[in-house]
Each structure stands twice: as structure tokens, then as C-alpha cells.
T-cell receptor, first 112, second 116 residues
Framework: AQSVTQPDIHITVSEGASLELRCNYS??????LFWYVQSPGQGLQLLLK??????LVQGIKGFEAEFKRSQSSFNLRKPSVHWSDAAEYFC??????????FGAGTTVTVRA | DGGITQSPKYLFRKEGQNVTLSCEQN?????MYWYRQDPGQGLRLIYY???????QKGDIAEGYSVSREKKESFPLTVTSAQKNPTAFYLC???????????????FGPGTRLTVL
């Protein structure tokens, strides 16, 4: 079965430190990959997406993600976290059917 | 401004009652989606529609119904058959351009439904 796994339920990081959120998917071919962010009680906002080409993609708010086909991964990174980055982050995958499958999400807490 | 609106933001319902959640978009998108979000489970697809007057069940359609009479509107009815309806409901839309795989979904602000 096709699935999206975010292994980390909750991550706490100090302001100014780097952040990496993991995402793994199960699929034979290359899917279409997305990272969304959600503030409490709000809708989702797209951070970045990958369809093809350069495996390192840049997004909004200083985020980037790297697609690694050999590891079926699409990890999200930010070099220096700001307090406003505290939110829940979702990895999502389109398995070529115009629908998105979401991971369970990773909650990021930023400490001063 | 273009976007997706959902109303109401908070909704309370007594057990045994049907309730309809509104979703409207002015992005001229072809496809619309309904998701349910529960803590620790991410988003799960309830129904989706890629064209007016047509829609398909998602992964958790039981106890829900939808209609797509207009391109810009995709209301979701939570029926009394839904055993555990208390959740956060998100509506989304996307464009389906022929030959372009840009399936970015845009999300509304959500409706929190509580069954009393």
C-alpha cells in the first residue's frame, strides 16, 4: 500500500538552530512531493514542492527540501529556526492520481 | 482576493443531526477536496471532485455526502451515520491544467465541528 511516513511526531529546537524534518514515501516511481505548514486552528500553507529536475528545492520562509530517490525520502530543512516557525508540518505525496496522501505530521516547538 | 472560504469556523451539533459545511472558492479551480483532520493522524481524504456534477469517495467517505452543482462550491454534509464526527474539516482546491502536473492544493481555513 502507498504510504507517507513522518517518523518524528514532535521536535523541539532552539531558536537559531537548524531543523530537519523527515519524510519517507512508498512508491515505485517518482511521485509528486509537497511540504505544507499549519499554524494552530488554521488551514495549510504550501512551503515547497518537487516534481522533477534539481533534487534540492527551495521554498518560502527559508525552507528547502531534498529529494533522494534511493532513500524514498523528501526531508525538509531550515538552517536557522525562528520562533515563528513553531507549527505543524505535513509531508504530502501525489501518487500520480491528483490526490494527496498526507503523513501524520510533525509538531515543531521552538524554545528561546 | 482569490481564495477558499469555509463557514462556519466553529460548528456545534447534537447527536443524530445532519450538518452541512460550506466551501467556496473563487480561484476557478477544477478540483475540490474535503479532508478530515484528527490529532496525530494527519489529513484523510473524505471526498473529491474533479468536475461539476461528479465526485468520488476518498478513504473515509462513510457517513458523509457531497454535491458539486457549481464549480466554485463543494458543500459537505456530515450525516447522523458518521459515528465520530467531531474533528477539524478542511476544504481544498486545485487546478487541473491539461499537460501540466501542478497539483498544488490550496486550503481553506477549516471548520471545527463538535458533536455535543
Amino acid at each position: 500500500a502507498q504510504s507517507v511516513t513522518q517518523p518524528d511526531i514532535h521536535i523541539t529546537v532552539s531558536e537559531g538552530a537548524s531543523l530537519e524534518l523527515r519524510c519517507n514515501y512508498s512508491y515505485g516511481a517518482t511521485p509528486y512531493l509537497f511540504w505544507y505548514v499549519q499554524s494552530p486552528g488554521q488551514g495549510l500553507q504550501l512551503l515547497l514542492k518537487y516534481f522533477s529536475g534539481d533534487t534540492l528545492v527551495q521554498g518560502i520562509k527559508g525552507f528547502e527540501a531534498e529529494f533522494k530517490r534511493s532513500q524514498s525520502s523528501f526531508n525538509l530543512r531550515k538552517p536557522s529556526v525562528h520562533w515563528s516557525d513553531a507549527a505543524e508540518y505535513f509531508c504530502a505525496v501525489d501518487y500520480n492520481d491528483y490526490k494527496l496522501s498526507f503523513g501524520a505530521g510533525t509538531t515543531v516547538t521552538v524554545r528561546a | 482576493d482569490g481564495g477558499i472560504t469555509q463557514s462556519p469556523k466553529y460548528l456545534f451539533r447534537k447527536e443524530g443531526q445532519n450538518v452541512t459545511l460550506s466551501c467556496e472558492q473563487n480561484l476557478n479551480h477544477d478540483a475540490m477536496y474535503w479532508y478530515r483532520q484528527d490529532p496525530g493522524q494527519g489529513l484523510r481524504l473524505i471526498y473529491y471532485s474533479q468536475i461539476v456534477n461528479d465526485f468520488q469517495k476518498g478513504d473515509i467517505a462513510e457517513g458523509y455526502s457531497v454535491s458539486r452543482e457549481k464549480k466554485e462550491s463543494f458543500p459537505l454534509t456530515v450525516t447522523s451515520a458518521q459515528k465520530n464526527p467531531t474533528a477539524f474539516y478542511l476544504c481544498a482546491s486545485s487546478d487541473l491544467l491539461a499537460g501540466v502536473r501542478d497539483n498544488e492544493q490550496f486550503f481553506g481555513p477549516g471548520t471545527r465541528l463538535t458533536v455535543l
